[in-house]
């Protein structure tokens, strides 16, 4: 079992930057990969990026690459989201994940714990 708790969403102006943090219980999480996820009003939950256990590959949606970078502190049990340049169409609720898969997964049903997630709005 993991839980994990989402942090670090807030109000935002356009261009802004924003930090999300997901803390992990348990003594496993080098062993997940982990995934952030977003779902605006209204639409379905979007993949957003995702790293791999050992935090060597990363992989994100096309429209938040070069702005959005993943990273993971195995020692903290934490996975971070920084996202730069934001963009109203960046706003959403901002989830976690974690996958007991090998390889980083987009897909949200392959992941098994999800955090509660962290609300980020952009103002224009």
């Known amino acids: 079992q993991v839980q994990l708790v989402d942090s670090g969403g807030g109000l935002v102006q356009a261009g802004g930057s924003l930090r999300l943090s997901c803390a992990a219980s348990g003594r496993t999480f080098s062993s997940y990969v982990m995934g952030w996820f977003r779902q605006a009003p209204g639409k379905e939950r979007e993949f957003v990026a995702a790293?791999?256990?050992?935090?060597?590959?990363?992989y994100y949606t096309d429209s938040v690459k070069g702005r959005f970078t993943i990273s993971r502190d195995n020692a903290k049990n934490t996975v971070y989201l920084q996202m730069s340049s934001l963009k109203p169409e960046d706003a959403a609720v901002y989830y976690c994940?974690?996958?007991?898969?090998?390889?980083?997964?987009?897909?949200?049903?392959?992941?098994?714990?999800w955090g509660q997630g962290t609300q980020v709005t952009v103002s224009s």
């Open positions: 790293i791999s256990r050992s935090g060597s590959n990363t």
């Open positions: 994940a974690a996958a007991s898969t090998l390889s980083v997964v987009r897909e949200p049903v392959r992941y098994d714990y």
